[in-house]
């Protein structure tokens, strides 16, 4: 079956779609984006996730290019024309289309709306789950505003490229203090010796995640200990458990970093449990 993609205003073949090449988010990364997790037919977490995506483009001033009902209108027509039953729905939104010029274009220049989507073996990603994954750590040379979802993602794509070359899955990104701040594409957790859950809190120095929110509201409901604070690789190292959390691949268990086994070297059971519960916290959209 041939995929579709919405590209600003149209749906058009995958594969003939594109955007002008002066589009802002081309040439200059200015521009927002989201993925909700499909289950089901359902968008998981919509709600959450079209919160934050106001608040990105609000953040760096683009106007929405439509309101939140038409845009949960293209959403649900994306996932339905590519027939998604469990994967992924992207969309992007960038300042337009404008000749070449740092400055914002003019006034009324219409934001440019991309989406796509995709299924997802969520089967592969339980088996992964089973095994657990290796993460690596690497200096954060990102911007202090990463709490924008923007598609400025350089460091992030060149940290996973270093990962997947180390044979890992994911790359943990490292502060001047010595601190994990979060992963490439994901939240990173650890779990302390007192079976204590423990994230960095959602300052301008992370993504907050949607996936690490509803974590929250799980670990409230469930009466588990959560900390939110920053903690340093050696503790990482040392912890009973880790796992990192996204839309993707909800929470997925790590049991070596740089090389080193946590804990026992297997997925540990607190991770197992939220990743078992998640759906249980979740929203899911009509
Ligand atoms: N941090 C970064 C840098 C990310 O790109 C993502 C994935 N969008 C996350 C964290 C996890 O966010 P979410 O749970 O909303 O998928």
């Given at each position: 079956m041939s995929r579709v993609a919405y590209v600003n205003g149209q749906y058009v073949p995958h594969a003939e779609a594109s955007v002008h090449v002066e589009d802002r988010g081309y040439q200059f990364a200015d521009g927002v984006y989201e993925v909700c997790e499909v289950r089901d037919g359902h968008l998981v977490d919509e709600r959450r996730h079209l919160d934050r995506l106001d608040r990105s483009l609000k953040e760096l001033r683009i106007t929405p290019p439509m309101a939140r009902g038409p845009l949960g209108v293209v959403l649900r027509e994306t996932v339905a024309r590519n027939r998604v039953r469990d994967g992924l729905v992207y969309m992007q939104v960038t300042r337009g289309v404008a000749r070449r010029d740092h400055a914002f274009p003019a006034e009324g220049t219409p934001a440019s709306l991309v989406v796509t989507s995709r299924s997802v073996n969520f089967a592969a990603n339980d088996r992964a789950a089973e095994s657990g994954i290796k993460v690596i750590t690497m200096p954060d040379n990102r911007w202090e505003r990463v709490d924008i979802k923007t598609v400025g993602l350089l460091p992030n794509v060149l940290a996973?490229?270093?990962?997947?070359e180390a044979g890992a899955k994911e790359a943990w990104f490292v502060d001047a203090a010595?601190?994990?701040?979060?992963?490439s594409s994901t939240n990173a957790w650890i779990v302390t010796a007192d079976g204590v859950l423990v994230t960095?809190?959602?300052?301008h120095g992370i993504l907050r995640g949607i996936t690490r929110t509803v974590l929250f509201d799980l670990a409230a409901q469930e009466q588990l200990r959560i900390e939110e604070r920053a903690f340093t690789r050696a503790e990482a190292m040392a912890a009973r458990e880790a796992f990192i959390s996204s839309a993707t691949n909800l929470v997925m268990p790590v049991v070596s970093i740089d090389g080193a086994k946590i804990g026992d070297g297997k997925p540990g059971p607190m991770a197992r449990r939220?990743?078992?519960?998640y759906h249980a916290y979740a929203e899911v959209s009509a």
């Open positions: 996973k490229q270093a990962a997947k010595g601190n994990v701040t979060e992963g960095r809190s959602a300052d939220l990743r078992e519960r």
